[in-house]
């Protein structure tokens, strides 16, 4: 505790300290000093085209090599590698079967209960295969699409690479949604396949998947689903259907430990994954193959800076991006060791990614700033699981990703758990994006708590204004990318029109990558700062989450006639959900209010899932509108801070409500 407050002080003084690499880890680093970096950058800027060629020939097996790089006549529907072929399955595990790393161990699969088990790239690669081949079995094909609602295990990856190898395109849908979220993304996708488990294992409970699976199929619309492939995680009680479920051991079972990779174009699509955009449903962002194996290979090397003794561990889940390229695709491209964690930062304790880096001997740590922030609270409330208790010995990189890590909590990793010695990476990306984009190189950057620094070489990102004109260093904007890259989104799924309008707007010129946040650059380094979404997107925890999903789901309760959902800011959370409703009867207050706002929490994560759960519901007779009934909300965000409106009010037609919607249920 006395710590912690002795520290805080510091870190107002230490904003601008800048941390250099530190000489050792400069010295054997992929990019070393800053030569290094403004060399490759400047190799793009010169040759483009013959940057990215060089590095995709450098860094992926092609079974038919390319001789296109960039194709621009259909912008922005951008091809790379056109006509080369390859496969990503063979990439990840047949080359480290080749290149002599069949014996070493692929992943570390931690169980929650702390039941610890391996597998080689030679086992890995048989149990894909015959994955694979079991798939294969059920005539799913090249080009079909299979969802994968699974949790954190050996046999999600698998899953994951069984359908790269076959060609199939997974998209992978989060534990943590609801039946109705899976159902939605079941349908957009038109997949023929789910593959799931019985239940889930977190934080000591088991929580249910199948029973959820078979929600989702029960709505209806699924009609394009044939199999339902079972893992057997827990061995609790589930139903089964006949004829369209099947147990997973039983149908690997017998299958070859071979299966031929089916050679796919570069531009074929190896996933969808559905992410929160600001209006409507979940966008199905679509990658490619090629590009985007070669970026998470490459950043592999560039951001992590890996080395064959690493033991490298991404907390994240396999549901999100960070759970593809950092663990499903992108150590297995590189031969890395990994761990594959099942648990939750806080079971048993809150000590526990700490005592699993000194079980495992992990070497770099990449987590999110609201774990990092929620364990300095843990830590703070008991000295048993501070990081000092536990040998960090081992770490030598640690990373941050899905939220901006504000300067404290950055301070308080570095000094706690990278014990003032290990560089942080503060990667910013996005699901669209496909990999780092702006982010410091542990062997390079001088790192600024707080800022991602500079964009990876090769990446045009920039900062403009509302016209797109570039806007002067000190000075906020838009952050966009001006050049197309390897790994970036193809399409949306079903949906091109809204690719093009989402990403490429007509007010930018219809060329820049738009990508939804605000950012600024450092007077005198260009360093890069987020300051966070400029749409209505919020980021709860690292979670992407549009406000329209959440009104919509709170506007399909029975009892609700409108609603507006804002982010507020949250020292844990980063952005909490605050909710202002109205409902069809009068407002409620007191206990009432109270029953109804816990009701409708409920409904909520029926509808979406347990983490659209808006923290705060306020109640009101109607929602401040402008005379044309347009929702202020600017204001509500300035309610939901707490703070008294100071702002302009006069095109608001009912000054009164604001007074209501001070109060939470
Ligand atoms: C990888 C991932 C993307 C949004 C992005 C931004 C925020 C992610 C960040 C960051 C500041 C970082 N974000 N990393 N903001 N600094 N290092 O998180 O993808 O779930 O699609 O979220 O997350 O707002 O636009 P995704």
């Known amino acids: 505790m006395a710590e912690n407050e002795s520290n805080q002080e510091e870190f107002t003084l230490q904003e601008n300290r800048v941390f250099p690499p530190p000489a050792e880890f400069a010295a054997k680093a992929a990019i070393s000093g800053m030569?290094?970096?403004?060399?490759?950058?400047?190799?793009?800027?010169?040759?483009?085209?013959?940057?990215?060629?060089?590095?995709?020939?450098?860094?992926?097996?092609?079974?038919?090599?390319?001789?296109?790089?960039?194709?621009?006549?259909?912008?922005?529907?951008?091809?790379?590698?056109?006509?080369?072929?390859?496969?990503?399955?063979?990439?990840?595990?047949?080359?480290?079967?080749?290149?002599?790393?069949?014996?070493?161990?692929?992943?570390i699969f931690e169980a929650d209960d702390g039941a610890a088990t391996r597998v080689t790239y030679?086992?890995?690669?048989?149990?894909?295969?015959?994955?694979?081949?079991?798939?294969?079995?059920?005539?799913?094909?090249?080009?079909?699409?299979v969802i994968i609602y699974m949790s954190m295990s050996i046999e999600g990856v698998t899953a994951m690479q069984a359908c790269a190898r076959i060609g199939a395109t997974h998209s992978v849908v989060f534990g943590g949604f609801s039946a109705k979220s899976l159902q939605e993304r079941i349908i957009d996708a038109g997949a023929v396949a789910v593959i799931t488990a019985d239940e889930q294992?977190?934080?000591?409970?088991?929580?249910?998947?199948?029973?959820?699976?078979?929600?989702?199929?029960?709505?209806?619309?699924?009609?394009?689903?044939?199999?339902?492939?079972?893992?057997?995680?827990?061995?609790?009680?589930?139903?089964?259907?006949?004829?369209?479920?099947?147990?997973?051991h039983e149908l690997v079972d017998g299958q070859s430990a071979e299966c031929e990779p089916e050679w796919?174009?570069?531009?074929?699509?190896?996933?969808?994954?559905?992410?929160?955009?600001?209006?409507?449903?979940?966008?199905?962002?679509?990658?490619?193959?090629?590009?985007?194996?070669?970026?998470?290979?490459?950043?592999?090397?560039?951001?992590?800076?890996?080395?064959?003794?690493?033991?490298?561990?991404?907390?994240?889940?396999?549901?999100?991006?960070?759970?593809?390229?950092?663990?499903?695709?992108?150590?297995?491209?590189?031969?890395?060791?990994?761990?594959?964690?099942?648990?939750?930062?806080?079971?048993?304790?809150?000590?526990?990614?700490?005592?699993?880096?000194?079980?495992?001997?992990?070497?770099?740590?990449?987590?999110?700033?609201?774990?990092?922030?929620?364990?300095?609270?843990?830590?703070?409330?008991?000295?048993?699981?501070?990081?000092?208790?536990?040998d960090l010995s081992s770490l030598r990189l640690?990373?941050?990703?899905?939220?901006?890590?504000?300067?404290?909590?950055?301070?308080?990793?570095?000094?706690?758990?990278?014990?003032?010695?290990?560089?942080?990476?503060?990667?910013f990306w996005q699901t669209e994006t496909g990999g780092h984009m702006i982010t410091p190189l542990p062997g390079a950057t001088p790192l600024v708590p707080g800022s991602c620094t500079l964009p990876l070489p090769g990446i045009m990102a920039a900062i403009v204004d509302e016209a797109g004109a570039d806007v002067a260093n000190g000075q906020g904007g838009i952050l966009v990318v001006k050049r197309p890259w390897p790994s970036m989104i193809r399409t949306i799924w079903n949906n091109p029109d809204r690719f093009r309008t989402s990403y490429f707007p007509e007010e930018l010129g219809g060329k820049y990558y738009l990508a939804g946040d605000g950012a600024v650059r450092n007077k005198d380094t260009g360093y890069f700062t987020i300051t966070g979404r400029i749409d209505d997107v919020l980021n709860v925890s690292g979670h992407r989450m549009g406000t329209m999903e959440i009104e919509s789901a709170l506007v399909a309760h029975p009892m609700?006639?409108?609603?507006?959902?804002?982010?507020?800011?949250?020292?844990?959370?980063?952005?909490?959900?605050?909710?202002?409703?109205?409902?069809?009867?009068?407002?409620?207050?007191?206990?009432?209010?109270?029953?109804?706002?816990?009701?409708?929490?409920?409904?909520?994560?029926?509808?979406?899932?347990?983490?659209?759960?808006?923290?705060?519901?306020?109640?009101g007779d109607n929602l401040p509108k402008t005379r044309s009934g347009k929702i202020m909300r600017r204001l509500l965000r300035v309610l939901a801070k707490g703070e008294n409106i100071t702002q302009d009010v006069s095109t608001l037609e009912n000054p009164a409500i604001l007074e209501q919607l001070k109060e939470t249920a």
């Open 35 to 107: 030569e290094a970096y403004e060399k490759l950058c400047a190799e793009a800027a010169t040759d483009y085209e013959g940057f990215w060629a060089r590095l995709a020939r450098e860094n992926i097996d092609w079974h038919k090599p390319f001789t296109s790089t960039l194709d621009e006549s259909n912008a922005p529907f951008y091809k790379w590698f056109g006509d080369g072929q390859l496969n990503a399955s063979y990439n990840c595990l047949d080359r480290n079967l080749a290149n002599g790393n069949a014996d070493k161990t692929a992943i």
């Open 122 to 145: 030679r086992e890995l690669h048989a149990r894909v295969c015959k994955f694979a081949n079991a798939l294969k079995s059920r005539g799913i094909q090249k080009g079909d699409r």
């Open 201 to 248: 294992q977190r934080g000591g409970k088991s929580l249910p998947l199948k029973a959820i699976v078979d929600e989702a199929l029960a709505m209806g619309g699924c009609d394009t689903i044939r199999d339902v492939i079972v893992y057997k995680r827990t061995g609790g009680n589930i139903a089964f259907q006949e004829g369209r479920d099947i147990w997973l």
């Open 264 to 390: 796919v174009d570069a531009e074929h699509p190896l996933f969808i994954l559905y992410t929160s955009g600001s209006t409507g449903t979940p966008k199905g962002v679509q990658h490619s193959t090629g590009g985007f194996l070669l970026w998470a290979a490459l950043t592999m090397k560039w951001t992590f800076d890996i080395k064959p003794d690493d033991v490298y561990w991404c907390t994240a889940d396999i549901g999100w991006v960070t759970g593809h390229t950092y663990i499903a695709y992108g150590p297995t491209a590189v031969g890395a060791t990994q761990i594959v964690f099942e648990g939750v930062p806080t079971y048993p304790h809150a000590g526990r990614f700490w005592e699993t880096i000194a079980k495992h001997k992990v070497s770099i740590f990449y987590t999110a700033p609201t774990a990092i922030r929620s364990l300095i609270k843990a830590s703070d409330v008991d000295e048993k699981v501070h990081p000092k208790n536990f």
């Open 398 to 427: 640690l990373g941050s990703v899905g939220e901006p890590i504000n300067p404290e909590a950055w301070m308080w990793y570095y000094k706690n758990v990278g014990q003032a010695r290990c560089p942080i990476v503060d990667t």
């Open 560 to 619: 609700v006639a409108e609603a507006a959902v804002v982010g507020k800011p949250d020292e844990t959370t980063g952005e909490a959900i605050c909710a202002f409703v109205v409902l069809k009867q009068a407002r409620p207050s007191g206990e009432d209010a109270k029953k109804l706002a816990a009701e409708l929490r409920t409904w909520v994560a029926k509808e979406i899932g347990p983490i659209a759960k808006p923290k705060e519901i306020r109640f």
